[in-house]
């Protein structure tokens, strides 16, 4: 099993929800966050005074999948998610050892 974390633009959620479900995803996690990567943000004029603003809104999309399907929904955000500019998100993927339902007890790739 991989744990994929998925950090994306906002406007970038609905692509991502509809790439998750084809995959047959069995649950996500959204998290709002802000931050920033190698663009730093950006500069911008406010009433004369220019200032830096370096943490951007973005949104972490976590969930749990099975190897194959891992693979596949990396290969298809890879895809369909950039817009070719900074700021389009990251990829980070775990290895989980084990999953357990709590009001079951089942584990494993039938505990997701």
């Known amino acids: 099993m991989k744990k994929l974390e998925i950090i994306i633009k906002p406007d970038k959620l609905e692509d991502l929800k509809s790439i998750l479900e084809q995959c047959k ?3 996500i996690m ?26 951007l809104p973005k949104l972490k999309v976590e969930t749990v999948v099975n190897d194959e399907e891992a693979d596949a929904i990396i290969r298809q955000v890879e895809e369909k998610i950039p817009s070719g500019t900074y700021g389009d998100g990251k990829i980070f993927v775990y290895d989980v050892e084990d999953a357990v339902r709590i ?4 584990r494993g790739n039938t505990a997701l």
């Open 25 to 27: 995803a069995s649950g």
């Open 30 to 55: 959204i998290s709002n966050i802000m931050g920033y990567g190698n663009q730093k943000g950006y500069k911008q004029m406010y009433r004369g005074t220019e200032y830096t603003v370096n943490l």
């Open 103 to 106: 009001r079951t007890g089942e």
